[in-house]
């Protein structure tokens, strides 16, 4: 690999190679407060190459790949290279990791405890863990919690902020003084920026956090809170996981700890103001 770049965020450290200087210039500016991996060794490596030569110069296309693959990866134009790197950086958590469980999920503490908040594309998770730690709360993650089956705490994985499309405009209102990536629009999922988490959210990155809350949003509709009942909590979070399948006995122990000794609500939501209420009232009443 021509350019290469070390990271660890949270527990999991990356060794991103790339044929090309520009995606790994954005991971130095944007991931310039992170620390390096633990004793210098990675975890996984993530590469950005050129599937051939003259794709590295002629309409550059990155394919990504690393320790683990997947073949039929659609390639991403150069100017989308921070988010062909970071996909890159998904991809071996989801195939590749085995230590925690999974959760497709983004989290926010407080006092020592946990909020998780998953649902599907568009949900509003990020956006939610964004302006929640704009109101003091910890940013954990907005991609993955990680939940320790040993524990059953939660490990912060604060990547860069994944924002999306009307989201941009909510945190760069609610944080005016974040460092933000290159817009990148048009691209698979919308127009999409990158923000840094927070001094705070760096800095606490190696503590855990007990899980107290289990939150499903959904945007786009009148405000609405119901509980979730166990058994419903239970499947939903499965389809959320990447690996609890293939960590088999210590996966299903590790989710059903989780449900058992925490509540699951479902809300509805209009906008960030409205959810920010919901939740603070769930919070308030655990």
């Known amino acids: 690999m021509r350019h290469a770049f070390l990271v660890r965020i949270g527990p999991v450290g990356f060794r991103i190679g790339s044929d090309w200087r520009a995606p790994i210039a954005d ?16 975890d996984f490596t993530v590469r950005l190459f050129a599937r051939r030569p003259w794709r590295r110069i ?16 659609a390639p991403l134009p150069l100017r989308q290279g921070l988010l062909a790197a970071e996909m890159a950086m998904n991809l071996q958590m989801a195939l590749g990791a085995r230590r925690y469980l999974l959760l497709h999920a983004s989290a926010v503490e407080r006092d020592g405890r ?36 040993l524990t059953g705490l939660i490990h912060a994985f604060p990547r860069l902020v994944s ?22 629009p048009a ?7 990158h923000m840094v988490p927070d001094a705070r959210a760096i800095a606490a990155m190696d ?21 979730v009942p166990p058994a419903e909590a239970f499947v939903r979070m499965t389809q959320a996981s990447t690996n609890y399948v293939a960590l088999g006995e210590a996966g299903f122990r590790a989710l059903t700890g989780l449900i058992a000794d925490v509540p699951s609500v479902a809300i509805d939501y209009p906008d960030g103001a409205r959810a920010i209420e919901q939740v603070e009232a769930l919070w308030a009443a655990l």
């Open 27 to 42: 991971l130095e500016t944007l991931y310039r407060d992170y620390p390096k991996p633990q004793d210098g060794v990675p």
């Open 187 to 193: 691209t698979p999922k919308g127009d999409i920026r």
């Open 114 to 149: 946990a909020l998780l908040m998953t649902g599907i594309s568009g949900a509003g998770k990020s956006t939610l863990a964004t302006l929640l730690a704009a109101k003091g709360w910890r940013f954990m993650g907005d991609e993955f919690a990680l939940l320790d089956p």
């Open 163 to 184: 924002l999306k499309n009307a989201a941009i405009a909510a945190a760069e209102a609610a944080w005016p003084d974040a460092r933000m990536g290159p817009l990148m």
């Open 58 to 73: 002629v309409r550059p296309s990155v394919e990504i790949g690393g320790d683990y693959m997947l073949p039929e990866a």
């Open 207 to 227: 503590t855990p956090a007990v899980p107290a809350l289990l939150v499903f949003p959904r945007y786009g509709f009148d405000a609405e809170t119901r509980p």
